[in-house]
């Protein structure tokens, strides 16, 4: 079977907003909108990552605070974190690539 580039791409999106979609769910059960929370679409026409980056926008303080709150909140009943593919391939591990810093 051959694979058309438009389903590569539909592929490839499909994926971004599905990640998309979860974390917009977790979030809204832990009482926290991130308003901005989008498949960031310059990372899937540039083809600068694959699959796409999920672009989780800017918040309010308050909102950021919740966010930290949800997340604290988890790490103390001892939530494992999710498993699965934890970066894009062909990135350099250990690199959070939009505030250029080292990542353990």
């Known amino acids: ?4 580039g438009r389903h590569v ?26 308003p901005s929370l989008r498949v960031d679409l310059v990372s899937y026409a540039g ?6 980056l999920v672009e989780l926008g ?3 303080p308050d909102t950021a605070r919740r966010l930290a709150d949800a997340l604290r909140t ?5 939530e494992p974190p999710p498993r699965g593919r934890e970066r894009a ?3 350099s ?8 810093r080292r990542l353990p």
């Open 1 to 4: 079977m051959v694979t058309t």
């Open 9 to 34: 791409d539909g592929e490839r999106l499909r994926v971004a907003e599905e990640a998309a979609d979860a974390l917009r769910k977790a979030l809204r059960q832990a009482g926290v909108t991130l």
């Open 47 to 52: 083809r600068a990552a694959d699959p796409p």
């Open 58 to 60: 800017r918040c309010t």
């Open 74 to 78: 988890a790490g103390a009943r001892g």
């Open 89 to 91: 391939p062909g990135r």
């Open 93 to 100: 591990r250990g690199h959070d690539h939009d505030f250029g």
